[in-house]
Every structure is written in C-alpha cells, then in structure tokens.
C-alpha cells in the first residue's frame, strides 16, 4: 500500500506539471488503479471475487473513456462533441460501480437487512435533493442543449446518487466504517467521484469546463483510493458474512448522519425562499414525503426489535434458571435445546446440540470465536444430531470477558437457516457462555464428590474384608490392605506374593502376573490356595494392571475368601441333582446321564438300558405304619438298589415311590433283564423298620436304546413298559415292546376320545329289570351306563370304565350316571301302572371319596318326580376292604338320606362276612359266576344256596345276576333267592323300552 500511495502522488505530481504527459499519465492512473484491485484480490482471496472484479471493470471503464477523451484532445486536436463514445464510457462506470458495491453489501449480511436499507434510503434521499434542485432541474431547463445532451447530463449526477445509495447499504449493512479501512477508502474515493461529477456538471452547465485543471485531481483521489481500499487487507471483510441483531437505536454517527439528511428539504426551501421564491415545491414536498415515510418505517422497525428483544431476554433469563438448576449434563442440554427452540421459532427448522470443541477451534487465540460452520464438517454423528441441517452457528461455551487460553469446555452448535442464525447469534452466545458456566459447576461439584468419594473408598478399603495388595514388577507386595493379615496370617507388606500361596498354585500365580504385564490385557480372573498353618483358604483373585496410573503404578490384586462359598455351593449342587431324602441322583442328573450314555453308545459298542421301579402298596405303609417309617422304607430301597448295582450303574429317585435305574455298557437286552429280576428279588425280603418288619414288592419297566432314539423317548419306553408290568400284577417286571406302545397310543386315543363325550355327555344309559322270581313282577331296574353310537366302533363297558378309574374321570362320569338314572328312574315310576319300580345305580370307590358326593346324591333325590326311597347304590368289596373313617361317615350320610346299599358282584373278592355284618349293607348282589354252574355242579349250588341263607339270616335281599336258563330261574327260587336279573328276563333297554316293559305281561315265563 505504501508503495502505491508514493506511486499514486508522483503520478499526481507529473499530470499536475508536465501538462504534455497528460495523455500516458492519466492511462497509467487508470489501469494501475484497476491492477491493484485485481492484485488485491489475489492477495486477500475474500470469499465471494467477483464484486471486485466488476469494480476494477468500473475503473479500467472510466480510464478507457479518459483515455479516449486525452487522445482526441491533445494528438488529434479535434473537438469532442457532447455527447460522445467518451460519455458512454464514463456513464458505464456508474452500473458497474454500482453491481460491485451491491455485491459487496449483499455478501455482507445474510437475508434482507430492512433497517440498513431503510437507512441507506433516506440518507440517499436527503443528498439526492439538493442534487435535484441545484444541478438536475436546471439541466432540463436549459434551452440550448439537445435532449441527447441534457439526457446525458442527467445521467452524471443520477450515477454518482445511484453509487451513494449502494455505497451508503454497504456502510449500514455492518457497524459503519469504524475499523475497516477499506471500507473508509471506498467512501473516501466515492465522495470525490461526487464532487467532481458535481462541479463536472455545472460547469457543462454553464459552458466553462476545461481539462487538465485542477478539478481533476478529483478523478486521480477516486482512483487511488478505491485501487488502496482493495489492496487493504481488510478488504477480504467486506464479503465475509458478518452477524447483526436488530438494534433498537442506530449508532449515533448515523443517527446524526441521518438527521442530517432529513434536515436537507428545509435547507434548500430556505435557500430558495431567501432567494427570491419556490421554484421546487414539487420535487422539496415529494422528497420531503418520501424521508418522512422512509423514517415511520423505520420507527415500525425498531419498535419490533424491541419486542424481539424483550422476548428473547426472556429466554434467556428462562434458560439461564433452568441451567442454574441443571444437575447433569443432560440437563444443560436440554435446557439449551429449550432455548434454542424458543429463539428459532416454530416457522423454522432448526436443531441443537452440545458437543466437544471443534478440531480447528479448541486451541489457540481464536478458540472462542463464534462461527458459520457447515453441517457437513462436523461429521456424520453431529449431522444425525442437527437432523441434516445444511448450516450451523458454532459458540463456544465461554464467557466473552474470560482470557484466552485454558481448555474449551464445549460448543453449543445451533443449526437453521442462516439468515436466522445471524439474526440470534447474540442471544446463542449468551446462552453458550451461561451453558459453559454451568458445565463448570457441574464440574466442580463433581470434583468435589470425587475427592469426597476417594476419601470414603480409601476408608473403605481399610475396612473392607476383601483383600487388596499392590504388587511391583519384581512381585514384591507394596501395599497391603489391614483385612490381609487375616488371609495370610503373616504381614505380606515386602514379601513375593506367588511365595504367599500355597505350593500347587505357586506357579500358576507366578505366570498370571508375568501374562498380565506381557499380554495388555486390563485385567485376569483365577483362583488360589493360601495354605498357611495347616489351614487352607480358597480366594477367588482379580488382577488389574494399572502400572500407568500415577496414583497407583503397579498391578492391584484383589482376593476375595471365597472358602464357605464354595461349600456353599458344593451343597447347593449336591441338592440340586440329588435326592434329599436317600442321596440318590435326582431326575434332573439321571437325565443328563441318560444323554451321555446314550452319546457314549453311538460312538461304542455299548447298549444303554433304563428300568422304571415303582413300589406297590407303598401307600399302604404310609396310612398303616406313619410317613417317618414310609421314608424309612425309601431310604431302605434306596440303599439296596445302590448295593444291587455295578459301580457303572446309576440308581434315581425320580420322587415318591419311584425310582430308575440306569444301565450302562450292557451287551444284550436280556442283561437288562436279568437285572431287573435281581431287583425284584433283592426288594422281596422284608425291611426293618422301626418295631414292625415290612415286605415290599415291586413292578419294573425296562426300555434299551435298541428302540429309543433318544432320551426322551428312552423315558417315554420305560414308563410304558412299567405301566405294563402294574397291570400284569404285582412283583413283575416287563420289557416295552413296539406293540405296546400301539396299545398305548389305542388307549390315549380312547381317552381323548372319552373326555370329549364326558364333556358334552353323549354316553347312554340302559335299564336292566330286576324282577321278583316268585311273582315274575319288575321291581326295580339297575342303570347300566353305555359307549354311545360312534362311527369310530363301540368300546366296553369295562375298558373305558377302568380307565376313567384310572385317569380321575370317573367322578364326572358317576355324577352325569348318578344324576340322569335319577331322572329315567322319575320318568318310569310316572308310567308305572303299579309299584314303583326303585333304580339301582352302580358307584366307584373314588366316587365315595369325592367331597361333594353326598350333596350329588341329595339333589338325585330331589330330582322331580323320584318316589322316596327309590335310590339303591352298589358298590363293590373293594369300597369293603378300603373302608375308612372317611367312607363310613359318608355311606352314614347316605342312609340317612333313605338311600339302600348294595353290595355288587358278592363273592369275587376278599372280604369277610364280619363287613357284612359291620357295614350297613340291604342287598347282597351274588356274581353271575357263581350262577353260571349251579345247574352242573352241586357244590356251587351248596354255595350260593348258603349266600342266600345267610343273607337271610342277616335280614339282607339277595339278587342273583346273571340269569340266562329257565333251570337256573327255578333252582334259585327253590333255595328261597327272591330276586334276579339277567338276559332271560330282559337284555338292558333304552327308558322307551323300559316303560313298555311296565305296562306289558311279566318278562318271564315259570320255572
């Protein structure tokens, strides 16, 4: 610049003295001027080019027009008319002027800067009057000028006022000229491109301009000042975007600037008034109107900056309360996010977030500079934050009073449009700062609580039972908490660790110190014996490496005794897969050995064989002998099954009276046979228990891998073959079989197929006469329950009554027979012509145990229509021989209700004759067995004749079953058997069938 200003003056001096050097010395002026500028641009690099370009095309414009002009004048001696290509020249200059400052101020503020440009207008508007008045309404009141030369004219002073507006946007559109001396240079050489354009004008005006004088030295300032103000370094500022937040009050240079301006109308109605009158009224009252709109306008605006601002201090005083109440980093977040969002709007998009400092930015001078950053700089994890926003506002989170230097603390990125962004920049940073501040406290609270917490830890560490030591690369124990002692039973402080365990873990602690230092690894895990007085401790250790923390510098080994825990667990696992009550192998640990014999006897030549033992009567001894002496017996069982066994062999208990055993490594099927047998006979011989000697027998279930594939199945096979061996009776054993297994399937396809008839009580129930022998009448019917008609085949009544036994169904099962026998029953007394027949319905054990069995049979004697004393149950010497407190209250209950008892196929079981004499018994039913041969064997004549005549003795009726023969109908009634049925009176009927039979002749025919 210095080099140019002393160029720029000699030139001055050579054009002003040596007037025949006019010509080159004005050349040189101009495109110096123009070269500076395109050097300073190279230079400086601003961020936007091309509006100092289109300046120094203004310059190299106006210098081609001056050298045309020189040309003509001085070498050719011709005279230039008015106008010509010399005037197109110098009026080019103007647009192009006025394009490059536009772009200038464009680049200077982002959006619409409306004060600026309201304030640029009116102190455009108040120069342009006297401009009007003093130099363009005279040149088109001039009457010897063409229109070309009065248009022409014009253009002179319109040109310089449209430069002045622009020049004016830009010095508005920042904080004025105040430290930019580009900028100053730029208004100082436009001031002089007015003046000259000015007096240029009114001397063409008055027919008095000359060249060569000293008016231009003007043009040479415009030149020389525009080529300094770009190759200024602060010329690069003039396109850099700069922040503003709307002002309430412009600073007061441009306030008085702008006072001036609108002070222009009354000065030049003065002037015109003292000179004689008021030649301008129009053009003073129309700029006069024009400044007074342009300034209302201005007053609505900064009355919305006031109400912007208030309304953001009040963010700003909300989100400075909410981060003095933050307590985590989170909080501040979201605070600020509050914030951010209250001073963006809700018509904007935006987005913010708190992140590290920036790369470029978090060190140096300029770390706490607010800046324009892109989106896409900060990395794809801040975009995702932003929600893939273009632009960003980087502010530091420091006070702007605070020194440089020391580390930044973080950035509050707010992103959103950029015109928005420099709208708000001011609040973001103030909230950036009051963000930082209360990063910093959050800070220096938890620095307290650290240091509040070392000293809580370290009081821990000398209370805690865990051990801690510190150990040096030489193993030597530096530091060694106070609870070590108890571990060590020596003071390890000084003393080689590895030296400090017992002998067999030696070496192994020895190398897991020197892996931890070798390999890098943060820490291992191991265990180790401290032996120490004969005493032995198991400690469960943890290493950590922190050589490279300066507080510790070493590796920290922690030991944990860990002795009573392990045989803790040793006795959780212990009762986990064993048996509690004989120490045998649970299910779950006999399973998992079923696996590996099964896996070991695909890989071997060896055969896997599994027996299911299920004790019978066992529940006999628990009801007779007590619970103490049953698990007397068990652990009995137990203790001979393991004496039984080979050492390879497995015996369980899979719960109650259940065990199994597994066997490996048999060669054939028949091993596991033989087995099983030697089990049987080995649990024959009677058991010790207590005071009393007990034989138990057992039934045996045996499957092999030969037709399993696989322990569940195994399983499945050897339960199905126990289920066999139970129904075979008692002490035996059985090998499953495929067979039995399609039986097995029949019999759950049965079941199925039973629970749903149960469910909607589709059986069928027929009635079989008794009928009194002596008189052939129907006394009673006995209500006999049926498979319903199925598609599928009709199944016994003895099957799929025996497994509704054994699968609990037949309480449900009794209870429909009991309540619809009641109901036949009621409909055959109605259509009885004499006595009312009494129906006979058949009862299980279990029925007798149900707790709701006598309030069944109390509502089947209120079914509508059933005579009193109508109801007979019939139950079998089973119910006889199991009878209990709970039965005898229950058959009690019974007849107290007015119900008979019957005693069913009498003679088939065990019982005694004292039951029939103990028990509340009305009628002896004799077994169609001991009728089938009294015709062909007088021995089994004698024997049911003595049935009768005890039963009469004992006052009890007696119904023969089973009668098929006229010759068995007369041999009873000889022996004096009142009553009988069977498929010579009548086959079971359906209750239409019954009824019928009451109406119609006897259904037997005389002996």
């Known amino acids: 610049m210095a080099f140019y200003t002393a160029f720029a003056v000699a030139v001055t001096v050579v054009y002003v003295t040596v007037p025949a050097a006019y010509m080159p010395v004005w050349a040189v002026i101009g495109l110096s001027s123009a070269g500076a500028v395109l050097l300073g641009v190279q230079l400086h690099g601003p961020a936007h080019r091309w509006p ?100 022409v004219s014009l253009a002179y002073p319109l040109g310089d006022v449209l430069v002045l ?48 004088t000293a008016l231009d030295v003007g043009w040479i300032v415009f030149h020389a000042a525009w080529a300094l103000a770009a190759l200024h370094p602060s010329m690069a500022e003039l396109t850099a975007l700069r922040p503003r937040e709307p002002s309430l009050l412009p600073a007061r240079p441009r306030l008085v600037m702008l006072g001036l301006a609108t002070l222009s109308a009354p000065v030049v109605l003065l002037h015109e008034a003292l000179s004689g009158g008021t030649r301008d009224g129009a053009a003073i009252a129309a700029f006069s109107a024009l400044m007074f709109l342009l300034v209302l306008l201005r007053l609505g605006g900064m009355v919305v900056a006031h109400r912007t ?100 603390p973080g950035v509050l990125v707010a992103a959103g449009p950029l015109k928005r962004l420099t709208e708000i920049q001011g609040p973001l940073e103030s909230l950036a700062a009051h963000a930082g501040l209360a ?54 402080t000084g003393a080689v660790l ?75 696992t212990q009762r986990a897969f064993h048996d509690a009550l004989t120490g045998l192998p649970n299910r779950t640990l006999l399973l998992e050995r079923v696996e590996r014999a099964l896996l070991r006897g695909r890989r071997e030549p060896a055969l896997t064989c599994l027996l299911f033992i299920d004790l019978d009567d066992f529940k006999m001894v628990n009801d007779t002998l007590g619970h103490p002496a049953g698990d007397l017996l068990l652990m009995a069982v137990g203790e001979r099954l393991s004496g039984t066994l080979r050492r390879t062999d497995t015996a369980a208990r899979l719960g109650g009276d259940e065990f199994a055993v597994l066997m490996e490594d048999a ?42 594939s696989n322990a569940d199945e195994l399983l499945q096979h050897a339960d199905l073959a126990l289920y066999a061996a139970k129904a075979a009776g008692k002490r035996q054993w059985r090998r499953f079989r495929p067979p039995l297994h399609e039986r097995v399937v029949r019999r759950h396809e049965l079941q199925e197929r039973m629970a749903a008839i149960v ?88 029925q007798f145990r149900e707790a709701d069995f006598v309030d069944q049979v109390r509502a089947a004697l209120h079914t509508p229509g059933l005579r009193p004393g109508s109801l007979q149950l019939e ?22 209700l007015g119900v008979r008892i019957a005693v069913d196929d009498f003679g088939t079981g065990f019982s005694g004759l004292r039951y029939l004499r103990e028990f509340p018994v009305d009628v002896l039913k004799i077994d169609k067995s001991y009728i089938d041969d009294i015709t062909a064997d007088a021995r089994q004549f004698a024997l049911v004749e003595g049935i009768v005549r005890i039963a009469d003795t004992l006052g009890l009726d007696v119904i023969a079953e089973g009668i098929e023969t006229p010759e068995q109908w007369a041999m009873l009634t000889a022996m004096d058997c009142r009553f009988g049925q069977g498929f010579l009176f009548s086959r079971p009927l359906v209750s239409d069938q019954a009824a019928a039979l009451l109406e119609g002749p006897p259904p037997g025919r005389g002996p």
Not at 189 to 194: D, E, M, P
Not at 520 to 549: I, K, N, Q, Y
Not at 669 to 675: H, I, K, M
């Open 52 to 151: 100092w370009y289109v300046l120094a095309g203004a310059l190299l414009s106006f210098t081609v027009g001056d050298a045309y002009y020189s040309f003509q004048v001085q070498y050719l001696h011709a005279a230039i008319p008015f106008p010509s290509p010399t005037d197109g020249f110098y009026l080019l200059t103007y647009p192009l002027l006025a394009l490059g400052l536009y772009g200038l101020a464009r680049y200077r503020w982002a959006g619409h800067d409306l004060p600026a440009l309201l304030d640029a207008l009116l102190f455009t508007a108040g120069l342009a009057l006297p401009v009007w008045v003093f130099l363009v309404q005279p040149l088109t009141r001039a009457a010897n000028m063409t229109w070309e030369q009065r248009a």
């Open 165 to 212: 507006m622009l020049l004016a946007r830009l010095i508005a559109a920042g904080p004025g000229t105040r430290g930019n001396r580009s900028l100053q240079l730029l208004m100082v050489g436009t001031v002089a491109l007015l003046g000259v354009d000015i007096t240029y004008g009114i001397l063409r005006l008055n027919g008095t301009w000359q060249a060569g």
């Open 309 to 408: 601002a208030v309304a953001r201090e009040q963010t700003l005083r909300t989100a400075t309360g909410a981060l003095v109440a933050a307590q985590s980093p989170r909080d501040i977040a979201a605070a600020c996010d509050r914030a951010v969002s209250t001073l963006f709007g809700p018509d904007s998009a935006h987005a913010s977030a708190l992140m590290p400092a920036l790369p470029d930015t978090a060190h140096g001078p300029q770390r706490a500079a607010t800046r324009i950053v892109s989106v896409a700089e900060l990395g794809p994890a801040a975009a995702a934050r932003l929600r893939g926003l273009d632009t960003a506002l980087a502010c530091p989170m420091v006070p702007p009073d605070r020194p440089p230097g020391g580390d930044l």
């Open 439 to 492: 990063m910093e406290r959050i800070g220096l609270r938890e620095e307290v609580s650290r240091r509040e917490n070392e000293a809580y830890f370290r009081t821990l560490v000398r209370n805690t039972s865990d051990v801690i030591l510190i150990v040096d690369d030489d193993d030597t124990v530096r530091y060694a908490s106070p609870s070590a002692r108890a571990v060590f039973r020596v003071e390890p």
């Open 498 to 572: 590895p030296e400090l365990v017992g002998s067999r873990d030696r070496e192994r602690a020895r190398q897991a110190l020197e892996t931890l230092r070798a390999d890098g690894s943060p820490e291992t895990h191991d265990h180790w014996w401290v032996t120490r007085d004969s005493a032995r401790t198991e400690v469960e250790v943890r290493c950590s490496d922190l050589r490279s923390e300066p507080t510790v510098a070493g590796i920290v080994v922690t030991l944990r005794d860990v002795t009573e825990q392990r045989q803790l667990e040793h006795e959780l």
């Open 667 to 708: 060669h054939e099927p028949v091993d596991a046979e033989l087995l099983a047998a030697q089990i049987l006979q080995t649990l024959s011989r009677p058991v010790r228990l207590l005071e009393d000697s007990v034989s138990v027998s057992a039934s045996v279930g045996v499957a092999t891998a030969l037709d399993s």
């Open 759 to 846: 469910g909607n009580g589709g059986f069928a129930l027929r009635y079989q006469p008794v009928v009194d022998l002596a008189t052939e009448e129907v006394v009673g019917f006995e209500a006999l329950l049926r498979w319903p008609d199925d598609p599928r085949g009709t199944v016994p009544t003895e099957l799929f009554v025996a497994l509704a036994e054994e699968t609990g169904q037949i309480a449900s099962l009794g209870a429909w027979v009991l309540r619809n026998a009641a109901a036949g029953a009621a409909g055959l007394q109605a259509s009885a012509s004499g006595p009312a027949p009494y129906i006979s319905v058949n009862v299980s054990a279990r």
């Open 875 to 896: 139950l079998t010497e089973t119910v006889l021989m199991r009878r209990d407190k709970q039965i005898d209250s229950v058959v009690q209950a019974v007849k107290d």
